[in-house]
């Protein structure tokens, strides 16, 4: 056993915290911080953009419930339909298992049902700004998934690989790839790329398509690490929802390319792309500095 397997099994399993009678365990924990601390960093960046914080805060909510929701339906349908024959109200245990790539898909599709209802706002520039809080939201959400190994790969003698306690049925014992650990540390990389382009122009909608250009192709090919998924033609649920978004971020970034409709990160408010509310609020107070 290497040095780092080690390390790792002196950590792992984390015992839950018991505060006031109640445990607090570390997923849960990461879970709510992912949320706290991806929504504070997108308002900032949205602020950033000369947008407002206080529709992102409301993005936020868009797209945090229904992608909870989307991540177990997609969990049950994709990966567990069996398990949705037998018990058709499987489908609505919501706290009883999540994918990831489901909660995306059913978090933008909140996004999107938000601006079918605002179509005053315009869509890139803010999804620019969420998907700029959500790569750091990430690191805390894969390491929700770290903690609690509920991606276990194969065996290895990778360096990187776990001790993996197995789960009493599908996954045995041994040292195994935690795919939670390695995506943790994808963020890392993806949210440094991030920063250092904070302060650069790019066209509107730039953010969505680097995120998922970048993280699809890692993606795909950790899926074939994973031990236990159902597979449709040879490929994991997830596998098939990454190549459907990545034609769509594909074209993205061909159309902004050639539009260049460019967002610039100058912190001057933009009129255009702000409620009808604080637009006027904005005018009020400029139209009362000229009279005065």
């Not at 056993?1 to 505060?19: C, K, N, Q, R, Y």
């Not at 805060?57 to 989307?70: K, R, Y």
């Not at 996954?171 to 935690?178: D, E, F, S």
């Not at 933009?270 to 006027?280: F, I, M, Q, W």
Request: net charge positive; hydrophobic share 50%.
């Amino acid at each position: 056993m290497s040095e780092l397997h080690t390390f790792f099994a002196g950590i792992f399993p984390l015992d839950p915290l018991e505060v006031f009678g109640i445990k607090l365990h570390a997923f849960g924990f990461l879970v709510g911080a992912a949320i706290i601390v991806g929504t504070i960093i997108a308002g900032k960046r949205a602020k950033k953009f000369g947008l407002s914080e206080n529709v992102i805060s409301q993005l936020a909510l868009w797209a945090v419930i229904p992608g909870f929701i989307g991540a177990h339906f997609v969990h049950v349908l994709a990966y567990y339909p069996e398990e949705f024959i037998k018990r058709p109200l499987y489908l609505l245990e919501i706290w009883s298992g999540i994918s990831s790539l489901g909660g995306f898909v059913g978090g933008a599709l909140g996004v999107w049902y938000y601006f079918r209802r605002n179509k005053g706002l315009p869509f890139l520039p803010y999804a620019d700004s969420l998907i700029y809080g959500f790569a750091f939201a990430w690191i805390l959400g894969r390491l929700a998934c770290t903690v609690a190994f509920d991606h276990p790969g194969h065996l290895t003698e990778f360096f990187m690989g776990m001790d993996y306690p197995g789960n009493g049925g599908e996954v045995g014992p041994g040292i195994r790839h935690n795919l939670g650990f390695y995506e943790a540390l994808w963020a890392v990389a993806m949210s440094a790329f991030f920063f250092l382009h904070r302060n650069k122009t790019h066209f509107k909608g730039w953010f969505v398509a680097t995120f998922v250009i970048a993280y699809v192709p890692f993606r795909f090919f950790a899926d074939f690490l994973r031990e236990v998924d159902e597979r449709y033609g040879g490929l994991t649920p997830g596998q098939w929802i990454s190549l459907g978004l990545l034609g769509l971020c594909v074209y993205l970034a061909i159309v902004g390319t050639k539009r260049k409709d460019m967002l610039v990160p100058d912190g001057v408010p933009k009129l255009s792309c702000l409620p009808k509310a604080e637009r006027e609020r904005l005018e009020g107070k400029t139209t009362g500095k000229k009279k005065a």
